[in-house]
């Protein structure tokens, strides 16, 4: 079972530039989180989703950054016209519906992909 | 005022050293407490957690929590250059260790032979 793939690894953009960076859930996850770190910073929570739905946008900031998880495909988390500020590593995480897992008492945990490092030249 | 607060560090200890990670925060309403370890280039992974106060133990690891002074802590025993990484905190205030988590910034730990 292949975790939580992210790609790209590395992407550079220049200001203004749209950066667009990808995850794909564990099999059977239906839940994805974006984070982002920026340096010297913990991780800081962007937004959570479900397939076609956004459960919790409270760290998104307001303008320029979008969000989705299609029925099909992996989650999109979308930069408009970046600025050097947007430098940071993104990671995305995802889980099954919470509840659920292997025993549906328990809390399960979120599994994290290896980031993308964004860098705005 | 951060709502988690976590000594970045470095520390740095010989090997078969007793470390220990803390962190405190502010908001009461955390319920579950988390420990994530992430190695240079890769993405956090859960080491365990903890659901309000208490001890809890797993191998060389033992995870604390005081609601009251709203402090945490990690301890490894018998530490191993294996075990250096950055350690980091989370906490969720909504009722499961899913869905929103605040982190602390990381510490960085080097456990050297």
């Known amino acids: 079972n292949a975790g939580v793939m992210q790609n790209p690894r590395h992407l550079v953009r220049r200001r203004g530039q749209e950066a667009r960076l990808r995850c794909s859930p564990m099999?059977?996850?239906?839940?994805v989180y974006w984070y982002r770190q920026l340096p010297e910073e913990g991780l800081k929570f962007m937004v959570y989703?479900?397939?076609?739905?956004?459960?919790?946008e409270s760290g998104m900031p307001k303008e320029r950054f979008s969000a989705e998880f299609p029925k099909e495909g992996p989650s999109i988390l979308r930069i408009q016209q970046v600025v050097r500020g947007d430098s940071a590593a993104y990671f995305c995480?995802?889980?099954?519906?919470?509840?659920?897992?292997?025993?549906?008492?328990?809390?399960?945990?979120?599994?994290f992909g290896q980031g993308t490092r964004l860098t705005v030249v | 005022q951060k709502e988690v607060e976590q000594d970045p560090g470095p520390l740095s200890v010989p090997e078969g050293a007793i470390v220990s990670l803390n962190c405190t925060y502010s908001?009461?309403?955390?319920?579950?407490f988390m420990w994530y370890r992430q190695y240079s280039r890769k993405g956090p992974e859960l080491l365990m957690y903890?659901?309000?106060?208490g001890n809890k133990e797993d191998g060389r690891f033992t995870a604390q929590v005081d609601k009251s002074s709203k402090y945490i802590s990690l301890f490894i025993r018998d530490s191993q250059p294996s075990d250096s990484a950055t350690y980091l905190c989370?906490?969720?205030?909504?009722?499961?260790?899913?869905?929103?988590?605040?982190f602390g910034r990381g510490t960085q730990l080097t456990v050297w032979p």
């Open positions: 995480a995802s889980s099954p519906p919470p509840g659920q897992g292997q025993r549906r008492t328990m809390n399960t945990e979120a599994f």
């Open positions: 099999k059977g996850h239906s839940h």
């Open positions: 989703l479900q397939k076609e739905n956004i459960i919790d």
């Open positions: 908001n009461s309403a955390f319920q579950y």
């Open positions: 903890t659901y309000s106060s």
């Open positions: 989370a906490m969720s205030d909504r009722g499961s260790t899913l869905g929103r988590l605040y």
